[in-house]
């Protein structure tokens, strides 16, 4: 499993340890302590929202050879609906049985990636962002550990492939673009793209991307989302 690991990790250099040093510490404790404050805010601040939310995503952080990244899931061509053979994050519809956000993505992240993960390696709840249908999907941020250590065993009807992009990887500016939408001639809003890797990074997925480089890495990464006339 090793080498596929190391294939998957884009943006993993061989530079040495005093050079990588300041990009492990995205994923510190004092940086967890930081991010985990940081959320508690933030779920307080957008409880309602969450109650609606439909759906429910799990951002998966991790280490690979030591190196901190972000997995990604490909999802399944033959899939039905609007999301087929895109770039995502293990997730998917809130269940009436599921207790909240945090348990539906857990439980679908389990569905997808055969991993069970308990809630202490969640962080906390980010701000909830519409789809393309307007549905409200609720970003559920956790540390996966080393992905060395994982056995993952996707399940083929749902994800055609598995890979990470290295934090580092995503906050350099010549893997960043952004795309400007207009409706009816008259400028819309701006949405991140992160081209670069096995596969490109766009749409929700790129806009819950941005928001937790945000969060990790504060001044680091500045967002490109603007929607014209909201925050």
Known sequence: MLPTLRHLCQGVSSTSLANTAPVRRYLSWENEQRCRRLLEGSARQYRKKQEAASA??????????????ILYTLRSSTLSGLHKGDVSFPGGKREASDRDVITTALR?????????????CVWGIMRPVPDRTKKL?????????????????????????????????????????????????????????FPRGPHRVWG????????????????????????????
């Open 204 to 231: 929700l997925t790129a806009i819950i991307t941005e928001l937790t480089l945000d969060l990790l890495a504060p001044g680091k990464y500045h967002i490109k989302t603007h929607v014209q006339g909201k925050v």
């Open 56 to 69: 429910a995503v799990l951002v998966s952080l991790c280490s690979v050879a030591g190196e901190p990244a």
């Open 137 to 193: 999907v609720v970003p559920v941020l956790a540390n996966l550990g080393p992905l060395e250590q994982l056995v993952l065993k996707p399940n083929a009807q749902e994800v055609e492939s598995v890979f990470t992009l290295s934090i580092s990887h995503l906050l350099q500016e010549e893997n960043q673009r952004y795309t400007h939408y207009c409706h009816n001639g008259t400028y819309s809003y701006t949405l991140p793209v």
């Open 108 to 120: 679908e992240t389990q569905e997808e990636l055969g991993v069970q993960l308990g809630e202490d």
